[in-house]
C-alpha cells in the first residue's frame, strides 16, 4: 500500500486476531483504522463499510442475510453506524467458537460503541485503540520504551531540533498529513473539523449553534495541557456549566480529546 507508515500496534493487532473471534479498532475518524486493517488482513478478510446509506439500511433491515451475503472473515468498518448487527454477530461466533478473527470492526465513537458491545460481545472481542501517528512512527525509529524496560525515551527525541519537533507537534500525527508533507495542515485541519461538526456532532447530539461549539473547541484547545476548570470555561463561553460537561463528553467520545483526571480526591 503506497505510502503506508507502519505502526507500533500491529503486533497487537495480530495476536489479538489470532486469539478473538472479533476485533474491534476503535480511534478517531482518519486516523488509519481501515488502512491498517486492510493491509494486514485484506488478502483473507472481505471489506464492507457500513457508512453509505443503502448498506446501512441494508444491515437494519435484515442482518441474518447480511452477514450471510458477507460471510467470515470480513472486515466491516464504521460498525457504530448498524449496531444492530453485533447481537447476530454474536450469534455467528457462537455457533463456532474456536475460530479467530473472524469479524473485524472499526468504529469512531468510543463511548456509545463500547457501551453495545459490552452488551452483544462481551468474552468474545478484543477492543483496541488506534489514535494518530506517534513521534516515533512519524520518524520510523520503532517503538519507544519506558526508562524502566531498558531504553531511554529520550534516544528518539535526540536527533529532532527544536524548531523541528514543534513544526511537527503543531502538524500532528493523521496519516494523510504525514504522507503528504506538502499539503497544508491548516487547510485539512478546518475540514477535518468541518466535516467532524456535521457528522459526529450531531449524530451524537444535537447541537443548534454550530458556531459556539466551534468557539468551544478553540477555547479549549487554548487550555491544552492544562487544568481543566469547566466554570471558567463556562464562564468564558457564556454557556451553562452543564453544556459544557455535555460536548466535553462529545469529543471524548469521538476521541477529539483525553482528559486525564487525578489520581486523587
Request: hydrophobic letters at 45%; glycine letters at 6%.
Amino acid at each position: 500500500m503506497k505510502g503506508y507508515i507502519p505502526r507500533d500496534i500491529e503486533a497487537v493487532v495480530r495476536q489479538a486476531v489470532s486469539e478473538f473471534p472479533v476485533l474491534v479498532l476503535t480511534g478517531p475518524r482518519q486516523s488509519g483504522k481501515t488502512t491498517l486493517l486492510q493491509r494486514m488482513f485484506g488478502h483473507d478478510h472481505a471489506y464492507v463499510s457500513l457508512e453509505p446509506p443503502d448498506v446501512r439500511q441494508a444491515a437494519a433491515t435484515d442482518p441474518r442475510g447480511f452477514l450471510a451475503m458477507y460471510p467470515a472473515p470480513v472486515i466491516f468498518d464504521e460498525v457504530q453506524y448498524a449496531p444492530d448487527l453485533l447481537p447476530y454477530i454474536k450469534e455467528q461466533v457462537d455457533a463456532d467458537r474456536d475460530r479467530a478473527g473472524r469479524y473485524l470492526l472499526t468504529g469512531s465513537q468510543n463511548l456509545l460503541l463500547t457501551q453495545q458491545i459490552s452488551e452483544s460481545l462481551a468474552g468474545r472481542v478484543a477492543m483496541l485503540t488506534l489514535l494518530p501517528l506517534s513521534f516515533s512512527e512519524l520518524k520510523q525509529t520503532g517503538p519507544v520504551c519506558f526508562p524502566w524496560e531498558g531504553a531511554s525515551a529520550r534516544q528518539a527525541f535526540a536527533s529532532c531540533a527544536g524548531v523541528e519537533l514543534w513544526r511537527d507537534v503543531l502538524r500532528g500525527g493523521y496519516p494523510e498529513l504525514a504522507v503528504w508533507p506538502d499539503r497544508d495542515a491548516f487547510l485539512w485541519f478546518s475540514a477535518y473539523v468541518q466535516t467532524y461538526l456535521e457528522r459526529d456532532v450531531r449524530n451524537l447530539r444535537q447541537i443548534g449553534d454550530l458556531t459556539q461549539f466551534q468557539s468551544f473547541l478553540r477555547a479549549l484547545a487554548v487550555r491544552n495541557a492544562q487544568l481543566l476548570n469547566i466554570s471558567d470555561l463556562a464562564r468564558d463561553l457564556g454557556v451553562a456549566v452543564n453544556t459544557i460537561k455535555a460536548w466535553l463528553s462529545v469529543l471524548e467520545a469521538t476521541y477529539q480529546i483525553v482528559v486525564l483526571r487525578p489520581y486523587h480526591a
